[in-house]
């Protein structure tokens, strides 16, 4: 695919904040890519080049960027940043400078993706010595072959602000869209699992927008998946439809929700929901879009329902919901396993051999972070292959009391690493088996999980060891224990369901948390940074006065604000906090923002800080939760905890968990 076919497509999603919309424009690039650019697409999309578990991240400074478009235009250093200046936006400005350029020269050579792809990849991967020259003529390369429009994209691609606000739930819905489309508009044969499948023609291309709004009465009957498809895709029969008196036959039959119900009718959307549902398993498996993709794109749907953990891949960690009270945690679960709630790092450890890698909640590979974590996995684990999970958190020189978390994340550093291990040890508290030897134990109910994970961990470990938990018989057990954690140092507990599976990548009551309470709010909330005041009076010095924050709407793919944060840090912080929003602001609100505050300087949301706040209350100044309660949601007297650099802005607290949180907080 040539890249300005990509680029003509992120034009069109810039211009529409629109979920629907930016799936549709999705589906089509889908179903117009060539095989070996679905993965490559995916990813792009995505602003990556690689899952993020690889570790490989481009992150071009501005003055590596510019000195690249000052090598491709011929523009001087001082004409360049004056131009950026004024718009304060670089790829706009690299627009600007070619389409003087391209005037007088012709271009020379049709960019792809891949190729695009390929340069971008050697830009992250170039280290050391002359490895800005490299950069810069890689870059360059990129520039001097690109259209305006193209080298607009190319620049914000390597700067990390692409602003296309595809999130990952947008991509999965346009996985199952193309998915459907493609099954209802082909005759062609397809391949799933050795049974040649014949698909029915049926006209409808990719308006299933329209489709998806009419009335039942439109909605397409074209299935009937469950054993009756089975059967006839095994002998390659096919079916009469009487609905539509079309031959048809069926994939993808065994998908499970369906059942083994005859002449079932689905329309559109429920389709798309189990397709959905499929792709998001198998992302949730691998956290890697691009894999789901290309085996979507393949139509090896009975591949991805096969999808089970790989070691080395990190799985999307399960989630915990909120309860108010031990006795409404009782009613939920009954009797249910308690384990203390520790405040550290989330670590997904994953074993092969004597192959040890670590990965944070948000993917990424933490293996060299903690040197006496991989050293006590190869001695006190005693699997050959193995993912698990659990919470490394700092504690005393006599280990008997937990230490806050701002003590625990003076962990997560790039230097001296071997130093600080030594000075502030951390134990690793083991809480979930995913996968060992062979065993995919995220399907298996969670007392077998834990009975497993004892039996691989060395019983006298000082730093692996079992997260502590009771077996909860009645609301006072849940009652007392919560009381021991707290007065251990922990922040609360978690309860699990002891019939559960592990829920990959998803919020749901298999585990309910209960922390100490901070006046009427029942938790703690992970906002997101998307701007920042200047500061008055005392504050003028620090250039920094507090800041706008927001909750994450996952459906759109937006930040909702909700609070303004003007306390909870120190002069030094202010400063600190002034020099990192400064280098990732933007001079428009971006795209997948909300808010009607306007913020002195609007940044990218990319940090996440977890404040305490007093309680939600009602206000018309704010987004969040407008839909669904006709005023917004705001924080009364939010004050920052601390910066929360082991989450990702889509891990922050979501919208509709503000909404939870509102109505509990009523309950109270
Ligand atoms: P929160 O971040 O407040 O939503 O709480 C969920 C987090 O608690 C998980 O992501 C883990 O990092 C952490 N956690 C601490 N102890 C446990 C435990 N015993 N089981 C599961 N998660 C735990």
């Known amino acids: 695919m040539n ?17 629907t919309s ?53 523009n001087s250093t001082r004409e360049i940043e004056s131009l950026y200046r004024k718009n304060g936006d670089l ?83 346009s996985l199952s869209i193309y998915h459907v489309a493609k099954l209802i508009s082909k005759s062609d044969e397809i391949t799933a699992d050795g049974n040649k499948i014949k698909i029915a023609h049926v006209s409808i291309n990719y308006e299933l927008q329209e489709k998806e709004k009419s009335s039942s009465g439109s909605v397409l009957e074209f299935s009937c998946l469950g054993k009756l498809g089975e059967i006839a895709a095994k002998k390659n029969q096919t079916i009469i439809l009487p609905s539509i008196s079309q031959n048809i036959s069926f994939p993808l039959l065994s998908i499970s929700e369906v059942k083994s119900r005859y002449s079932l009718k689905i329309d559109i959307l429920e389709a798309k929901r189990l397709f959905r549902e499929l792709f998001d398993r198998a992302f949730n498996m691998r956290s890697d879009l691009a894999f789901v993709a290309e085996n979507v794109v393949d139509g090896k749907l009975s591949e991805i329902e096969k999808i089970s953990p790989a070691v080395f891949s990190p799985i999307r960690p399960a989630l915990a919901e909120r309860l108010l009270t031990p006795e409404q945690i009782f009613e939920k679960l009954g009797k249910c396993s308690v384990e203390g709630k520790y405040d550290g790092f989330r670590l997904q450890v994953h074993k092969k051999g004597n192959e040890v890698r670590i990965f944070s909640r948000k993917e990424e590979p933490m293996t060299h972070m903690f040197p006496e974590i991989v050293q006590a996995v190869k001695n006190d684990f005693s699997a050959k292959e193995a993912i698990f999970e659990g919470e490394a958190i700092a504690m005393d020189e006599k280990d008997s009391r937990f230490l806050p978390f701002q003590v625990t994340i003076q962990r997560k550093r790039k230097h001296g690493i071997f130093e600080k291990s030594s000075e502030i040890p951390l134990r690793l508290f083991a809480f979930e088996l995913l996968f060992a030897d062979g065993v995919d134990y995220t399907k298996l109910p969670y007392e077998k999980r834990r009975e497993k994970l004892i039996s691989l961990i060395e019983k006298n470990s000082r730093t692996i060891r079992m997260a502590s938990r009771i077996l909860a018989k009645s609301s006072n057990d849940i009652q007392s224990f919560f009381e021991k954690c707290l007065s251990e140092g922990l922040e609360g507990i978690i309860a699990k369901d002891l019939n559960s599976p592990y829920v990959a990548g998803a919020r749901k009551f298999a585990w309910i948390k209960l922390k100490k309470s901070y006046g009427k709010s029942v938790d703690t909330f992970d906002v997101v940074v998307i701007g920042y005041y200047l500061g008055k009076g005392k504050r003028t010095q620090f250039d920094f006065g507090g800041m706008l924050t927001a909750i994450y709407d996952p459906k759109k793919g937006t930040f909702k604000s909700i609070a303004k944060v003007g306390t909870g840090f120190s002069e030094e912080e202010m400063q600190s906090f002034a020099k990192m929003l400064e280098k990732i602001s933007t001079k428009d609100k971006p795209q997948n923002i909300e808010s009607d505050m306007e913020p002195d300087v609007w940044v990218t949301p990319k940090i996440v800080i977890e404040v305490n706040a007093d309680e939600i209350t009602k206000s018309p100044t704010h987004i969040a939760g407008r839909e669904a309660t006709g005023e917004g949601l705001a924080l009364r007297f939010p004050r920052m905890i601390s910066i929360r650099t082991d989450k990702d802005p889509k891990d922050a607290t979501t919208e509709s968990e503000i909404l939870e949180l509102f109505e509990l907080q009523s309950q109270k």
Request: aromatic residues 6%; proline residues 2%; neutral net charge.
């Open 91 to 173: 790829g706009i400005t690299a627009q600007m400078l070619l389409s003087k350029k391209t005037q007088s020269t012709l271009l020379s050579e049709n960019l792809t993706v891949k190729k695009v792809c390929d340069n971008f990849y050697k830009i992250a991967t170039s280290f050391g010595e002359g490895s800005q020259d490299t950069k810069i003529n890689l870059l360059g390369e990129l520039l001097s072959n690109a259209s305006p429009i193209e080298a607009k994209h190319i620049i914000r691609f390597v700067q990390g602000s692409l602003r296309l606000g595809v999130g990952e739930p947008t991509l999965l819905d």
């Open 22 to 74: 930016l799936t549709m424009h999705m589906a089509k690039l889908y179903a117009n890519a060539s095989r070996e650019d679905v993965g490559i697409l995916t990813y792009l999309c995505q602003g990556i080049l690689v899952p993020q578990s690889h570790g490989i991240q481009l992150g071009i400074g501005d003055k590596l960027a510019q000195h690249a478009l000052r090598v491709v235009s011929g």
């Open 3 to 19: 890249f300005s076919d990509l680029t003509s497509v992120f034009e069109l999603m810039e211009k529409t904040s629109q979920r």
